[in-house]
């Protein structure tokens, strides 16, 4: 099935620096989401995007859909150790009719670890 | 508020068993999933309702039966699980709009394990 291309697949880092992952696809997608999940927890949604090159912040975090439409990025700056997850992109399509088919398609996760 | 919320946490059941995995949601939401995800896996799609209408059934064995008995209730049912069945199940909920697409919220999920 389709995938998404997300990178990093890990990272490390330290607190206080900035990161920033990124998701990229052969085909275009409507709807660009970024999800945060901890262990043993269901995903929770971070960032929502709309619209071709939409830049959105929430707190810390900031993502972009790309004006090809093809990819997103996110960005956090200042890490902290709660930071520390696994960060999933997924993209939805809009199907016949401007209605979305609901279907979301995953890429393969960044896990971030934080060093104190 | 984006609550959606599942019942049990946990659950572990024989491979004779029946059990059921039951999701709630509040928020007026129309469409409803179940997704499985495996550890360090992205969550797979099983099913989606559309105004309590099974729409989409991406292949899921019959042992995984889904069930929406209100716009605000689904259900899980389990019967005869393998092993392999073994995975945190995730309900999700969402509303769909011309607008802003259809943004999914996920609840905690149930784990489960199959013996």
């Known amino acids: 099935g389709q995938q998404l291309n997300q990178s990093p697949q890990s990272m490390f880092i330290q607190e206080g620096e900035d990161v920033s992952m990124n998701c990229t696809s052969s085909s275009i997608f409507n709807t660009w989401l970024w999800y945060k999940q901890d262990p043993g927890e269901g995903p929770v949604l971070l960032i929502a995007?709309?619209?071709?090159?939409e830049l959105t912040s929430n707190g810390r975090l900031t993502a972009q859909f790309g004006i090809t439409r093809k990819d997103s990025f996110l960005n956090i700056s200042a890490s902290i150790p709660s930071d520390v997850g696994i960060y999933f992109c997924?993209?939805?399509?809009?199907?016949?009719?401007?209605?979305?088919?609901?279907?979301?398609?995953f890429g393969q996760g960044t896990i971030l670890t934080v060093h104190p | 508020d984006t609550e959606v919320t599942q019942t049990p946490k946990h659950l572990v059941m024989g491979m004779t068993n029946k059990k059921s995995l039951k999701c709630e949601q509040h928020m007026g939401h129309r469409a409803m999933y179940w997704y499985k995800q495996k550890a360090k896996k992205p969550p797979e799609l099983m099913f989606v309702y559309s105004y309590e209408k099974l729409s989409i059934n991406e292949s899921v064995p019959s042992r995984f039966s889904p069930e929406c008995p209100n716009s605000s209730l689904l259900n899980l049912h389990l019967h005869a699980l393998q092993p392999e069945d073994s995975a945190l199940y995730l309900c999700?909920?969402?509303?769909?709009?011309?607008?802003?697409?259809?943004?999914?919220?996920f609840g905690e999920g149930s784990w489960l394990t199959v013996v």
């Open positions: 995007l709309y619209k071709a090159g």
């Open positions: 999700a909920s969402s509303h769909p709009s011309r607008d802003r697409g259809n943004t999914i919220y």
């Open positions: 997924a993209g939805q399509k809009v199907g016949a009719g401007g209605t979305s088919y609901g279907k979301l398609t």
